[in-house]
């Protein structure tokens, strides 16, 4: 069965310093996405970014960069500089195979809250 | 381009009662899936509609159902509400079924209470 794990269940530090997100998936698919989802404190998830399992480039959008390593199956989320307004809750989430449809939903991990001081 | 809007944004029921939450999906889009957001269970795939079939559910008693009509906006109905129901349900809607692929994008969610 699919499976995301965020370990870390709050994470706070100070603006300006770097800070990674940890992901850890369990998935039996070959063929399977990998999302980043950001959630301020409004509620509504925010898409960051979205990975195959085919492309392990890594990848940088201004100060966030995403680590894809699919022989350790995890997909961490770096923040550079950080800032007060990256506070927030991230999620990880999964989309691969579903029961026994072969439909997709999202799986998500439990997600971490970032508080980056000022 | 409008996002996609959940209402009511916030509702308070009572146990025993029947509850029906709405969500319209970014226009064009055909696929709306609901979410169930609590603090002990994280963030749980409901159901996703397409094309007004019901085309994937997540593993929710039956109370919990819903529906799509043909502008694609969606309804999702909870029955005989329980206090564990009380949570942040989450609409999200992309243009086609959802594959590995679609990127989903998320209303702002309705937050249920449940006294």
């Known amino acids: 069965a699919q499976k995301v794990t965020q370990a870390q269940t709050e994470i706070s530090v100070v603006e300006k310093e770097d800070v990674t997100l940890d992901c850890v998936y369990e998935?039996?698919?070959?063929?399977?996405?990998l999302f980043w989802y950001k959630q301020p404190p409004s509620g509504e998830l925010v898409f960051l970014i979205r990975?195959?399992?085919?492309?392990?480039q890594n990848e940088i959008s201004g100060r966030y960069s995403w680590n894809f390593q699919k022989s350790t199956s995890s997909f961490n989320f770096t923040i550079t500089a950080s800032q007060v307004v990256d506070s927030a809750v991230y999620f990880c989430?999964?989309?691969?195979?579903?029961?026994?449809?072969?439909?997709?939903?999202?799986?998500f991990g439990s997600g971490t809250r970032l508080q980056v001081q000022p | 381009k409008a996002g996609v809007t959940q209402t009511p944004r916030y509702l308070i029921k009572t146990r025993g009662q029947q509850v029906t939450l709405s969500c319209s999906p970014i226009?064009?889009?055909?696929?709306v899936s609901w979410y169930q957001q609590t603090p002990g269970q994280g963030l749980q795939f409901l159901f996703e509609?397409?094309?007004?079939?019901?085309?994937n559910k997540g593993n929710f008693p039956g109370r919990f159902s819903g529906r799509q009509f043909s502008n694609s906006r969606s309804e999702m109905n909870v029955s005989t509400l329980e206090l564990g129901d009380s949570a942040l349900y989450l609409c999200?809607?992309?243009?086609?079924?959802?594959?590995?692929?679609?990127?989903?994008?998320f209303g702002p969610g309705t937050r249920l209470t449940v006294l």
């Open positions: 999200a809607s992309s243009l086609e079924q959802v594959t590995r692929s679609e990127e989903q994008f």
């Open positions: 998935t039996r698919d070959t063929t399977y996405y």
């Open positions: 990975r195959n399992s085919f492309d392990e």
């Open positions: 989430a999964l989309s691969d195979s579903f029961m026994d449809t072969g439909r997709r939903a999202l799986t």
């Open positions: 226009s064009g889009h055909r696929s």
């Open positions: 509609y397409f094309s007004e079939t019901q085309r």
